[in-house]
């Protein structure tokens, strides 16, 4: 009877380890940047509430973001990634801004159309 208990227990705790991310989605975008201190800054600028995971990869300018779309949209998270000097395919940082980064940190800026 023990064991039967025990199996029942173990059987729970392992089906509530997977239970559905509800209501996240993960997207993928370009942020563009350089270095470690890039990586840093954008970062923290998607780590808001409602992002459950955010990271940048500088090899591929590719940041990889899981949240919520109900309480953060994905319009703003690269509103705030423009906001910190880094320019994504849909906002463009300003220029000021962009100027203000440490000089490794200025990268080369896409052609807008």
């Known amino acids: ?8 227990i173990a059987i729970a ?3 509530l380890s997977f239970k559905a991310d509800t ?3 993960t997207e993928k975008f370009k942020v563009y940047g350089n270095c470690d201190m890039c ?4 970062e923290k600028a998607l780590v808001v509430k409602g992002v459950k995971y955010a990271s940048w990869d500088k090899e591929t300018d590719m940041a990889t973001v ?3 779309p109900e309480v953060v ?3 703003q998270l690269h509103k705030n990634v423009a906001a910190v000097g880094h320019d994504t395919d849909l906002v463009k940082a300003d220029d000021e ?3 203000n980064l440490h000089s490794c940190c200025q990268y080369e800026r896409p052609e807008r159309k």
């Open 1 to 8: 009877m023990k064991t039967f208990i025990f199996s029942i």
């Open 13 to 15: 705790a392992f089906s």
């Open 23 to 25: 209501g996240n989605i």
């Open 39 to 42: 990586k840093t800054r954008i």
């Open 66 to 68: 899981k949240f919520n």
């Open 73 to 75: 949209t994905l319009l």
């Open 97 to 99: 801004v962009y100027a």
